[in-house]
C-alpha cells in the first residue's frame, strides 16, 4: 500500500515540464537561463556552419579566377574595390595598396611591398573576426554550464533536506521531488555544454583552417607582386 502511494504521488513529477513546475524560483532561473544558453549556442552553430560552407565556396571560386592567367588588374577591375566575398575582400586590399603604391610618372614609391603585406594582414584580421564572431560564446557556455546545473543540484537537494525536516518523513515521496529538480538542472546543464564544446572545437578548427588558406594566398599573392616590382 505504502509502494503505490509513493509511486502514485512520483507519477505527476516524472515529467520534464511537471518536474521545472514544482522546483522553487532559484531553480527554475537556473534552468531557464541553461535552455536559453543552450539555444543561443545552436543558433551560432548553425550560423557559423552555413557560413564556413560559404567561404569554403567562395574561395574555391575566387582561387580559380585568380590563377585562370587573367592580368590582375583585370579581375580586380571586374570584383571592385568593395566585393562581397572574403577572398575578393583580401584580394582587392592588396590590389588597391598596389594601384595607390604607383607614381603619377608611373613610378613606384619605396615600401610598396611592406604596405601591401599590412593591407591584407588587416584584411585577413577582419575576416578572423568575423570567422570567429560567437566561438568564445560556445566555450564560456561549455565551461559554465554543468557548474551552474550543479548550482541547481545543490539548491534541489537542499530543498530535500529541508522539506524532510519540515515534514519529519524520509518518504521517497517526501525527498523524490528535491532530488528530480536538482538531477534536471543537471542533465540541462550538461545538455547546454556537450554540444557547445563539440562544435567550438570543430568549428574552431575549421576557422583556423580557412584562415590558414587566406594566409597561403595572401603570401603567393605578394609573392606575385614583388616579382613584378623587381622586374
Known amino acids: 500500500m505504502q509502494a503505490a502511494l509513493s509511486a502514485a504521488l512520483l507519477g505527476g513529477n516524472l515529467s520534464v515540464w511537471g518536474?521545472?513546475?514544482?522546483?522553487?524560483?532559484?531553480?527554475?532561473?537556473v534552468m531557464i537561463i541553461l535552455v536559453i544558453a543552450s539555444f543561443w549556442c545552436w543558433s551560432?552553430?548553425?550560423?557559423?556552419?552555413?557560413?564556413?560552407?560559404?567561404?569554403?565556396?567562395?574561395?574555391?571560386?575566387?582561387?580559380r579566377a585568380?590563377?585562370?592567367?587573367?592580368?590582375?588588374?583585370?579581375?580586380?577591375?571586374?570584383?571592385?574595390?568593395?566585393?562581397?566575398?572574403?577572398?575578393?575582400r583580401i584580394f582587392a586590399a592588396g590590389m588597391m595598396e598596389w594601384r595607390r603604391s604607383h607614381r603619377e610618372?608611373?613610378?613606384?614609391?619605396?615600401?610598396?611591398?611592406?604596405?601591401?603585406?599590412?593591407?591584407?594582414?588587416?584584411?585577413?584580421?577582419?575576416?578572423?573576426?568575423?570567422?570567429?564572431?560567437?566561438?568564445?560564446v560556445l566555450a564560456t557556455t561549455g565551461s559554465t554550464a554543468?557548474?551552474?546545473?550543479?548550482?541547481?543540484t545543490v539548491i534541489g537537494i537542499m530543498n530535500s533536506f529541508v522539506e524532510i525536516a519540515a515534514q519529519q518523513n524520509t518518504n521517497l515521496?517526501?525527498?523524490?521531488?528535491?532530488?528530480?529538480?536538482?538531477?534536471?538542472?543537471?542533465?540541462?546543464?550538461?545538455?547546454a555544454a556537450i554540444p557547445a564544446v563539440v562544435f567550438y572545437n570543430k568549428l574552431n578548427?575549421?576557422?583556423?583552417?580557412i584562415l590558414g588558406g587566406y594566409e597561403a594566398f595572401a603570401?603567393?599573392?605578394?609573392?606575385?607582386?614583388?616579382?613584378?616590382l623587381d622586374s
Open 105 to 136: 610618372d608611373g613610378g613606384l614609391i619605396p615600401g610598396a611591398t611592406a604596405r601591401i603585406d599590412r593591407s591584407m594582414d588587416v584584411a585577413i584580421a577582419k575576416e578572423a573576426e568575423r570567422l570567429q564572431k560567437g566561438l568564445p
Open 219 to 228: 603570401d603567393e599573392f605578394a609573392t606575385i607582386l614583388s616579382r613584378q
Open 205 to 209: 578548427a575549421d576557422s583556423e583552417r
Open 173 to 191: 515521496a517526501v525527498v523524490a521531488p528535491g532530488i528530480a529538480e536538482a538531477l534536471l538542472a543537471t542533465g540541462i546543464g550538461l545538455l
Open 19 to 29: 518536474m521545472f513546475a514544482q522546483a522553487t524560483l532559484t531553480v527554475k532561473l
Open 44 to 63: 551560432i552553430i548553425v550560423q557559423r556552419i552555413i557560413q564556413y560552407r560559404a567561404a569554403r565556396r567562395e574561395a574555391a571560386e575566387f582561387d
Open 66 to 88: 585568380f590563377w585562370s592567367g587573367e592580368p590582375l588588374d583585370g579581375l580586380f577591375d571586374q570584383i571592385g574595390p568593395d566585393p562581397s566575398g572574403p577572398s575578393q
Open 146 to 152: 554543468p557548474f551552474i546545473g550543479l548550482f541547481g
